[in-house]
């Protein structure tokens, strides 16, 4: 079936064949063509990294089965189509949690080790690839591979991270984290400038296990403020008396979608600018709240890339070594004018990831949503993608539409040995275009 797809992000929308995989149990055989193919679960990269033009994808949902759990060890395998959202649904009551999770639980088990997702608690966890124990690969020959850390260990490294280019993950198996309830305690704390940050940062990293920030990007008067939020899961000794999930996640889904697209000019600096200030000024306190709303808040409202508009929105992440240029960075933002509705900031930990192609790095990270505002837009994240090769840092591929070739190869000098391991049949819109062809933007 010949379909077009996009990224969650609307940008870019290519066209390709679909075929779906299968249950783990019948014969998984890839389709007998030329064509490469290419992984899909549920779509949620902002670029093109889980996309195939031309090609085919291979859609993964029916791969949905949970082979094991050991609730006393938190050892959970299933198969790689299961998604981040159903795995919650059956460990958070039997008191275990995922080990690390991004900021939606819409992803699927195999997206989550291609991506090597991170998330609040990077600096005391690292990233999801620390966490899979093992892993099924299925090469388009037809071999399986058993990756372990020890066994096909340079397999194990170049698929963790690896954007779904060594093959088919079919299962995985990942060691979950030991939680007493639900609940998360959860502190916000108002800052008025970057150094601010940095100071809760390293104070908070020593009793919390998540931290992250939401910052202020359109303010030139008031450049660097935001919220800090720190939490932990409840401890045995708090747990609540007569806890409820709160109301609005009880909600059916139709009233939580959005419904249509936004007009593009709905978002514009002076909109976002008010909605900042509002945010920045809304009071807080120290809470107890449910996990869903503090992970995953934007998952509150089904379809929400519609605030874009149909013409679609860029996620920009980048990493940079050292924290004090990051005000540069911002300067170069705010006076664009290309406001961000959504500005997250986070520090990344010294723990290293075993994944050969993954993102995160000691550090400073900061993840922005641009609107799709014509060729302004993308020169002015080119212009920060040079910024970013001179500080020493990199720019995150899972959220990635456009990227050039010179500066992927810039941010993952490795990337020559990451290619021994791909699967000849597998490649990607992404990989073709960071390292085969030149950029192309129109307006």
């Known amino acids: 079936m010949q379909s077009t797809y996009q990224s969650w992000g609307n940008f870019p929308k290519v066209s390709q064949r679909i075929r779906s995989i299968p249950w783990r149990k019948k014969p998984l055989l890839l389709p007998e063509t030329p064509d490469t193919v290419l992984a899909h679960g549920l779509g949620r990269s902002y670029g093109d990294v889980c996309l195939n033009n031309n090609g085919i994808l291979l859609t993964t949902r029916k791969l949905n089965r949970f082979i094991q759990f050991d609730v006393d060890e938190g050892v959970l395998r299933c198969e790689a189509g299961v998604s981040l959202a159903e795995i919650l649904a059956l460990c958070v009551p039997q008191g275990w949690f995922l080990p690390v999770t991004p900021g939606t639980q819409f992803v699927t088990i195999g997206g989550a080790i291609a991506n090597d997702v991170h998330g609040k608690n990077h600096h005391c966890a690292g990233t999801f690839g620390r966490h899979v124990l093992q892993f099924e690969l299925l090469r388009s020959d037809g071999e399986r591979l058993l990756c372990t850390p020890t066994s096909n260990e340079p397999y194990y490294a170049a698929t963790i991270g690896g954007l779904g280019l060594t093959g088919l993950i079919?299962?995985?198996?990942?060691?979950?984290?030991?939680?007493?309830?639900?609940?998360?305690?959860?502190?916000?704390?108002?800052?008025?400038?970057?150094?601010?940050?940095?100071?809760?940062?390293?104070?908070?990293?020593?009793?919390?296990?998540?931290?992250?920030?939401?910052?202020?990007?359109?303010?030139?008067?008031?450049?660097?403020?935001?919220?800090?939020?720190?939490?932990?899961?409840?401890?045995?000794?708090?747990?609540?008396?007569?806890?409820?999930?709160?109301?609005?996640?009880?909600?059916?889904?139709?009233?939580?979608?959005?419904?249509?697209?936004?007009?593009?000019?709905?978002?514009?600096?002076?909109?976002?600018?008010?909605?900042?200030?509002?945010?920045?000024?809304?009071?807080?306190?120290?809470?107890?709240?449910?996990?869903?709303?503090?992970?995953?808040?934007?998952?509150?409202?089904?379809?929400?890339?519609?605030?874009?508009?149909?013409?679609?929105?860029?996620?920009?992440?980048?990493?940079?070594?050292?924290?004090?240029?990051?005000?540069?960075?911002?300067?170069?933002?705010v006076a664009s004018g290309l406001g961000s509705f959504l500005a997250v900031l986070k520090t990344f930990g010294e723990l290293a990831s075993p994944g050969l192609l993954s993102f995160p790095r000691p550090g400073v990270t900061l993840a922005l949503d641009f609107p799709i505002k014509g060729a302004v837009t993308f020169e002015l994240l080119a212009q920060l993608d040079e910024k970013v090769r001179e500080m020493g840092g990199a720019v995150y591929p899972c959220k990635d539409a456009r990227l050039s070739a010179r500066h992927f190869q810039a941010f993952y000098p490795q990337w020559t040995k990451f290619a021994e391991y791909i699967d000849p049949r597998f490649s990607s819109s992404f990989w073709r275009r960071v390292t085969e062809t030149p950029l192309c933007v129109k307006s």
């Open 170 to 333: 079919t299962w995985a198996e990942i060691k979950l984290k030991r939680i007493s309830h639900r609940a998360m305690q959860v502190e916000s704390i108002q800052f008025s400038q970057l150094d601010e940050f940095f100071e809760l940062s390293q104070q908070s990293d020593q009793d919390y296990d998540y931290t992250v920030a939401w910052l202020d990007c359109n303010n030139s008067q008031a450049l660097g403020r935001g919220i800090f939020f720190r939490g932990n899961h409840v401890a045995a000794d708090e747990i609540p008396k007569d806890w409820k999930l709160p109301r609005f996640n009880r909600l059916p889904p139709l009233l939580r979608t959005m419904p249509i697209n936004l007009p593009g000019f709905v978002l514009n600096r002076w909109t976002i600018s008010a909605f900042n200030t509002f945010y920045y000024k809304k009071t807080r306190q120290s809470q107890l709240i449910d996990y869903q709303p503090f992970f995953y808040p934007l998952d509150a409202i089904l379809e929400w890339k519609r605030l874009y508009g149909k013409n679609g929105f860029l996620q920009y992440q980048f990493v940079i070594p050292d924290h004090r240029m990051l005000k540069e960075i911002l300067q170069k933002i």
